[in-house]
Structure formats: C-alpha cells, structure tokens
C-alpha cells in the first residue's frame, strides 16, 4: 500500500532527512516510527502525502505515483490520508461537531460549507467519528472548553470523518499527560484494528512505542536503521537507533517519576 523505493529528502541548505529509503507497509498496519530530534520523522509522514517532495527515489501510496501527481493527484490522495497534529489544529471559536465537519471537506461542495449547510448524512459520519472516540456528548461544546485529552479525541474524529485509509500522527500526544497519552494511542490503535487504516505514528516516549506498536521504525540521520515488531525492540535496540544511552526523557513512564 506505501512503498518507499530508494527514495531521498535533501532540504534546500543541504540536509538529507533521508536517504536512500526502502520501506513497504501494508494495509491495515500500526506503525510507530521512532528516533532523536532531527532523525527524519517528520519528513517520511509528510512525505506519505506529498507535504515533502521526494528529491529522488519512488513512493506510491494507495496506487498514487506521489512524486509525479498533479495538482488533481495531489488533492486525490490528501482525501484518503487523515492527520493528527501534535497541537490539535481545532478551530477554537466553534464547535465539536464545525471541527469534525471539516474531515468532510474533501468530499462535501465548498459552497456548502461556506453557508454551514452539510448534508445530512456528513453529520452522521461526524456524529459516528465522535461516537467512536466517546465524545458525541460534546458535540455543541465549542473546541476552546475542552481539555488537552478531549481536544485530541475531536482531532482523531476529524481525521476519521474523512474516512481515510491512512492516518497520519506527528506526535500526537507529545502535549499531554502520561494517562492521557494511554487513552489517545488505545483509540488509535483500536480504530487502526477494528476499521483497517493504515496508522503511521511518530512517537517520542519508547515505552508507549513498544506498548502500541505492531511495528517499529528505527530512523537515524535519515537512515532506516531498525524495523521489526514492537516487541522485538528492547533498551539495546534503542540505544543503537539513538547512538547514545537512554535517559529519563526518552521513557513517559521515567519522566513522570521525575
Ligand atoms: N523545511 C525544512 N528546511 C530545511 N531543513 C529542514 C526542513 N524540515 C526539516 N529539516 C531538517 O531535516 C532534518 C529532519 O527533520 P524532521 O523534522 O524530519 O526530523 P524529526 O525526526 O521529525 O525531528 P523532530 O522530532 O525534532 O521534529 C532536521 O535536521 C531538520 O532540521
């Protein structure tokens, strides 16, 4: 479903976030791709949905030829790829079910939107999104009254309301507490499962890599240096991903021992 083929990110100034890429990941898979600040992460999610343009190298996701789509293309595979901000990217001013709307952009007509009128049966999928994430209760709660928890949940409805087949998560709990991270990757992994999308997750903590993960990526300098199931991945695995011991930052669980 997304294959990497010899594929290369070099940033104008020269930095190569990656290099030489070989990666396959099939439909349906959860994967955690893990590594130091500046290791790449954020360049291969952005790079599933065009964000970064390859410099060389293949990438096809879904059957889209990503590094030769036209503007059409390019709108064509963002509708079946849904993201999950660090930061939430909710619209403050207006409601639970507005934000969740807007997964329905894609696919509803912009006049409609503008004038707020979206068929019916958008409003199901985003009510069904909200449902799924325990939140429905919420739905006429403007964004701005929710907690840090709860305002990822909506983020996560979002992106589900758009019916994707593949999620995008940069960081998608790097602002929030220890249980609430929990809560957030349990509704990823679940909706990965019970619905099939294909869930990539950049993560910071290795506890919660390991703890969610089906499979990991290990990326250093840009360069894929480990891949394998969660529960392969051990304290030696990471410290070669890292190319340094491990510290109380690197673990949610250490650091809110702290
Ligand atoms: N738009 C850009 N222009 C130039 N250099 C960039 C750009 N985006 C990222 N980089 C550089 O590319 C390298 C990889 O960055 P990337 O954000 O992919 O890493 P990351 O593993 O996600 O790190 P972090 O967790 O800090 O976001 C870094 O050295 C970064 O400074």
Same mark, same amino acid.
């Given at each position: 479903m997304i294959r990497f083929e010899q594929a290369n990110v070099t940033y104008?100034?020269?930095? %190569? +976030?990656?290099?030489n890429l070989d990666l396959e990941i099939a439909d349906g898979e959860f994967v955690v791709i893990v590594g130091l %600040? &500046?290791?790449g992460k954020s360049t291969l999610i952005r790079a599933v949905n065009g964000l970064v343009p390859l410099t060389s190298g293949n990438l096809d996701v879904n059957g889209h030829d990503v590094p030769n789509l036209d503007r059409k293309g390019r709108r064509a595979l963002r509708s079946e790829v849904g993201m999950i901000f660090q930061g939430f990217n909710?619209?403050?001013?207006?409601?639970v079910l507005n934000n969740v709307l807007m997964g329905r952009l894609h696919q509803v007509p912009t006049w409609r939107t503008l004038i707020g009128k979206y068929p019916q049966a958008d409003i199901d999928i985003a009510a069904r999104a909200l449902d799924r994430v325990e939140i429905?209760?919420?739905?006429?709660?403007? +964004?701005?009254?929710?907690s840090g928890g709860q305002r990822q949940r909506v983020g996560i409805a979002r992106a589900l309301a758009q019916e994707p087949k593949i999620i995008l998560a940069d960081e *998608?709990?790097? @602002?929030?507490?220890p249980p609430t991270s929990h809560v957030v990757m349990k509704y990823l992994q679940q909706i990965s499962r019970e619905l099939g999308i294909t869930t990539i997750v950049n993560l910071h903590f290795l506890d919660l890599a390991t703890a969610y993960a089906d499979r990991i990526i290990g990326l250093r300098d840009g360069e894929l240096v480990f891949d394998g *199931? &969660? @529960?392969?991945?051990d304290e030696n695995t990471f410290r070669d991903i890292y190319g340094r011991s491990l510290t109380a930052d690197d673990t949610m669980a250490k650091q809110a021992a702290l």
């Open positions: 104008a100034g020269g930095v %190569s +976030a990656m290099r %600040s &500046g290791a909710l619209v403050d001013r207006t409601t429905v209760d919420r739905a006429y709660v403007r +964004a701005t009254n929710l *998608p709990v790097a @602002s929030l507490d *199931p &969660g @529960s392969a991945a």
